[in-house]
């Protein structure tokens, strides 16, 4: 018997040095799931703590292309600037915080959203249920539908079954060209709207179907360009602004700023500025 206890006697710091290690190994694996790669606390997640992050940290990282105008390009000065920047800068400003563009080419934006580099992307993108399936989108802030487009001497296309047997310029790889040639168009590849622009005033081609923001920014830029819209798509394409799937407060706060831009008249003051009418309708 007292050989047993004094066995006892000296297992007993073995085993409670035991239970302190599992104690301690325990608590480092519950601080590992709540820190990052660096060791610090990560950013709060969920759809309400990445609306408190942006406001925390007073930034809305925004993505965006830089070299599609007149939504997101550089002026003459290198400035980035567009329809897009602007409204995306008017609605961070109305969430507490400042606008910072993350600039990426579109093959790479949804990646980017994907991991996190920003928080939003402002780049006209257009809403498809496909996109709906993975991300979230505010409410649609523009609104265009496909135009066709032809010099303004022209008599004979005043619809888009008049484009039997015309030649239309079209960049290949767009449902635009979908819609020339079902109607009997002759297709001329053309690489983006300047270059059906040119083709069309130069009377090498009939005319193009294309984006109607598109055309109204060229009469803006350009006045005396001797074309006109003579029919329109029926159907219309909305573009918003895209978050990862479950961002609902942010995209909340978002679609509230957005209402309110609309009411007080910040969005039509935007919207003329590059368009010369309201492109939300």
Known sequence: MKRYVQSARIMHPVMALAVLLLVLTACGSKSGSLAGNNGNAAAPSGSSGQLEQVKQSGVLRVGTEGTYAPFTYHDASGKLTGFDVDIAQEVAKRL???AEFIETQWDGMLAGLDAARFDTVFNEVSIREDRKQKYDFSDPYIVSKAVLIVRQDNQDIRKLADL?????????????????????AEIVA?????????????????ATINDNLSY????????????????????????????????????????????DMKSDGTYLKISKAYFNQDVSK
């Open 96 to 98: 507490g915080a400042k």
């Open 164 to 184: 039997k047997g015309k030649k239309s310029g079209q960049s290949l790889t767009s449902n635009l060209r979908d819609i020339a040639e079902k109607n009997g």
């Open 190 to 206: 053309v690489d983006g709207f300047n270059q059906a622009i040119d083709l069309l005033t130069s009377r090498r081609i009939d």
């Open 216 to 259: 109204l920014d060229a009469k803006k830029q350009r006045p005396d360009l001797p074309l006109k819209v003579v029919a329109e798509t029926e159907n219309a394409s909305q573009s918003a602004a895209l978050f990862k799937k479950g961002s609902t407060e942010l995209v909340k706060a978002v679609n509230q700023a957005l209402a």
